[in-house]
């Protein structure tokens, strides 16, 4: 009788240097993986920050065009001999240039706190970041009248604008005792419940609109405008067409921005107080999906257009 041999087999697997190389593998897959994911979500919130500020800018520009070029045209020699009869010279010089454009700053670094800017159809009034993270308050505010017939008071707007065929908010910060003499400070609130020109307490006639605001919002971003100028006008003697021009500076209020440093504008991994003394900011690295840079953007704008003629 044969004996059969009993035969056993082998069962074949991975070694334990073969798994760790399979894993370690792995391991650098994911991470290259994830890397390369983060790189493209930086990218897509840095250039949608970009596109949001661009696209606020262009919409801006077209903005002040159109106000300006649906403005009607004035003598601002006559305007001068009307508003400004104990100093009709200085005023007809630059064109009664102060009721057209009035703008604050800080002396000592030349920081734009706000302004206003009159086009004779829209007047605008602004805040800019440097008034919102100012130590003290040196934000403009607005009183007007609304359709129903009530005082109302604006709080510190970014960007406001409201109706004004007459002058009425730039008129509302000169010295009414006709020297051509500007009032306007940083922290002021402008009264425009009052007849124009006139210290009287009379109501105006018929309530002013309500303000527009939120033509800076994009994209659910914070923008804040961090200048804005408009150069001295000039004006056709013939046909009274005003040529206005002017500049502005608009930027996220994310980044910590500073116009008046040189070289990046947008400062990364830092925090600062604001007025409120509120943190703003974060020490997030360069490749954070939440980081500064990712939400920082500025540009410059320019435009300019003429008033309608005679």
């Known amino acids: 009788m044969k004996l059969q041999k009993l035969t056993t087999k082998s069962?074949?697997?991975?070694?334990?240097?073969?798994?760790s190389i399979t894993l370690a593998f792995i391991g650098v897959l994911l991470i290259t993986i994830a890397i390369i994911t983060t790189n493209i979500v930086s990218i897509y919130q840095k250039g949608t920050t970009i596109k949001a500020v661009n696209s606020v800018g262009r919409g801006l520009i077209d903005e002040l065009t159109s106000a300006i070029n649906s403005a009607p045209s004035v003598d601002t020699t006559s305007l001068c001999n009307s508003l400004a009869p104990n100093n009709i010279d200085a005023?007809?010089?630059?064109?009664?240039?102060?009721y057209i454009f009035h703008a604050s700053q800080n002396e000592e670094t030349g920081e734009q706190y706000n302004g206003i800017f009159c086009t004779g159809y829209y007047s605008y009034i602004w805040n800019t970041?440097?008034?919102?993270?100012?130590?003290?308050?040196?934000?403009?505010?607005?009183?007007?009248?609304?359709?129903?017939g009530d005082v109302v008071t604006t709080d510190a707007p970014r960007l406001m604008r409201i109706e004004d065929r007459n002058y009425r908010v730039c008129s509302a910060v000169m010295d009414s005792s006709g020297n051509y003499k500007s009032n306007f400070t940083s922290?002021?609130?402008?009264?425009?419940?009052?007849?124009?020109h006139s210290t009287s307490d009379t109501p105006l006639p018929n309530p002013t609109k309500t303000p527009t605001e939120g033509m800076l919002n994009e994209f659910d971003l914070d923008l804040m405008l961090y200048e804005f100028t408009v150069f001295p006008i000039s004006q056709d003697s013939v046909t009274l067409r005003t040529y206005m021009s002017g500049t502005f500076?608009?930027?996220?209020?994310?980044?910590?921005?500073d116009i008046m440093r040189s070289g990046d504008?947008?400062?990364?991994g830092t925090q600062f107080e604001d007025k409120n003394g509120n943190m703003v900011g974060d020490t997030s690295s360069l490749n954070n999906?939440?980081?500064?840079f990712n939400y920082c953007a500025i540009n410059k704008f320019n435009f300019a257009a003429r008033t309608a003629g005679v």
């Open 11 to 19: 069962k074949k697997g991975f070694t334990m240097v073969e798994l």
């Open 91 to 98: 005023c007809v010089k630059d064109h009664a240039f102060s």
């Open 129 to 148: 970041y440097y008034s919102a993270t100012a130590e003290q308050s040196h934000s403009l505010k607005l009183r007007y009248l609304n359709t129903d």
């Open 187 to 196: 922290n002021m609130t402008i009264d425009i419940t009052t007849l124009a």
């Open 249 to 257: 500076i608009l930027a996220t209020l994310r980044g910590d921005i």
């Open 265 to 268: 504008y947008c400062s990364l």
């Open 289 to 292: 999906l939440g980081s500064e």
